[in-house]
């Protein structure tokens, strides 16, 4: 048996974000596209800010200047198990390319089958996503590597695509933002890649993703 109820299962798009939950916001996220796969009882999360550096002639993170590299690894995106109990969420970060402290756990109410809330359990902050999959009847397909980690997970039309990135050199402090780390460590940082893609035929085409050259490629798919 899943933890997570079917009603969850799809593609989701962030359609606000307000600090605090409550009351007259203080702060509104209107500039980034924030979507959301859950797939079975996993998920993949990715947030991409609608204002980012010109990457034109980039075409992998060898030819990324540093403030480019910074940008990249300054980016939110995470995949992993989730964990539905009452109406609370948990959702387990086993892959995360900006890892913190805070736990991360929702209280989730569905306004109704297509929109859901989610907020903060202190009500620091206010979600609404919308539903973009449509209502089907088929099974989430779920990829891992050797690892155990997720690299594909897919729902109907919608997949993420994940690479994990190698594991790092014993000094490096996940934790150490971006502007304090040598390229060197930035790149090792922004390996990490996580892709939004929507099926064609017998491939799929990326429309969203943490390395900005990506977007627009046609990628085959596995399971034809």
């Not at 409550?22 to 991409?48: I, K, M, N, S, Y």
């Not at 780390?181 to 892709?195: K, M």
């Not at 929507?198 to 969203?208: A, P, S, Y």
Request: overall charge negative.
């Amino acid at each position: 048996m899943g933890h997570v109820p079917p009603i969850y299962y799809g593609l989701w798009q962030r359609t606000l974000y307000a600090e605090p939950a409550d009351g007259e916001p203080t702060f509104e996220d209107r500039d980034t596209r924030v979507l959301w796969l859950q797939a079975g009882d996993w998920h993949a999360d990715l947030r991409v800010s609608t204002v980012r550096p010109d990457f034109t002639g980039v075409s992998s993170l060898a030819d990324c200047g540093r403030n480019q590299l910074i940008w990249l690894a300054r980016q939110t995106a995470f995949a992993g198990i989730t964990r539905v109990e009452g109406r609370f969420c948990t959702w387990h970060r086993l892959v995360d390319l900006s890892p913190g402290l805070e736990k991360d756990i929702g209280e989730m109410r569905f306004i109704d089958y297509d929109t859901l809330e989610e907020c903060h359990p202190r009500r620091r902050y206010r979600e609404v996503w919308r539903r973009v999959s449509p209502r089907i009847d088929t099974q989430p397909v779920v990829r891992l590597d050797d690892t155990g980690l997720p690299v594909r997970l897919v729902f109907g039309d919608h997949a993420m695509f994940i690479t994990p990135r190698d594991g790092l050199v014993k000094d490096h402090d996940l934790l150490t933002m971006p502007t304090a780390l040598t390229s060197e460590q930035l790149t090792q940082r922004a390996a990490l890649t996580l892709s939004y893609a929507e099926r064609r035929g017998e491939q799929w085409l990326i429309r969203l993703s943490t390395w900005p050259w990506m977007e627009d490629r046609l990628v085959p798919d596995a399971d034809s």
